[in-house]
């Protein structure tokens, strides 16, 4: 049984056409991995740069995360103040002037015309020493509230610091008295 010609050239013509078909497939297939490797490292970059985000808003997070502790001592120590009535510092902070208050344009702030017109001689002067009173005994007291030290001799009922520290920087106890 001897093959022909012709059946010889059919079967090198068939895996030509096959060896064709999977080359082709080959060719497609590596164009498809080529193409999903680039998108992989499109993702690995757009990862990378959200981890980046991600890291800075986090720290930008612990940041605020720090300050809202602080702020929350910071009330929790005001509310104590309040609540202990505690609210006159006889003397500010070595190296502090009382602070100003806002100037007021006349006595009669906060009254109109007539009724500042209709107080007595006496009402007059009292509410100018009030006025006087508030202005002298004005305290920051955020910057107490601030130094826990300062703060924690004061709930206790210490002094806010010795007399040597006191006397240069005092406000007296009684509006208006020198």
């Known amino acids: 049984s001897t093959i022909s010609l012709w059946t010889v ?3 090198v013509q068939a895996l030509e056409r096959s060896v064709a ?5 080959l060719f497609s297939l590596e164009h498809r991995a080529g193409n999903s490797e680039k998108k992989h ?8 740069e ?8 986090c720290a930008a997070l612990d940041t605020l995360i720090q300050e809202y502790g602080r702020l929350q001592q910071r009330l929790e120590n005001m509310e104590n103040l309040l609540k202990n009535r505690n609210l006159w510092i006889l003397r500010l902070p070595s190296g ?6 806002a100037a007021l344009e006349s006595d009669a702030a ?14 007059k002067e009292l ?10 005994a004005l305290v920051l007291l955020d910057d107490v509230i601030s130094e826990p030290a300062l703060l924690s001799r004061l709930q206790g009922g210490e002094a806010p610091c010795s007399e040597e520290e006191a006397a240069p920087g005092e406000i ?3 509006p208006g008295a020198s």
Request: with cysteine; glycine share 8%; hydrophobic share 35%.
């Open 21 to 25: 078909a999977h080359a082709s497939r």
């Open 172 to 174: 007296p106890a009684e």
């Open 50 to 57: 959200l981890g980046n985000r991600l890291e800075s808003k």
């Open 9 to 11: 050239v059919a079967v």
């Open 127 to 136: 509410y100018g020493k009030v006025l006087a009173g508030k202005k002298e």
């Open 96 to 101: 502090m002037e009382a602070p100003k208050a």
């Open 41 to 48: 490292l499109d993702c690995e970059k757009v990862v990378g």
């Open 110 to 123: 906060g009254f109109s015309t007539p009724e500042w017109e209709s107080l007595e001689e006496w009402q």
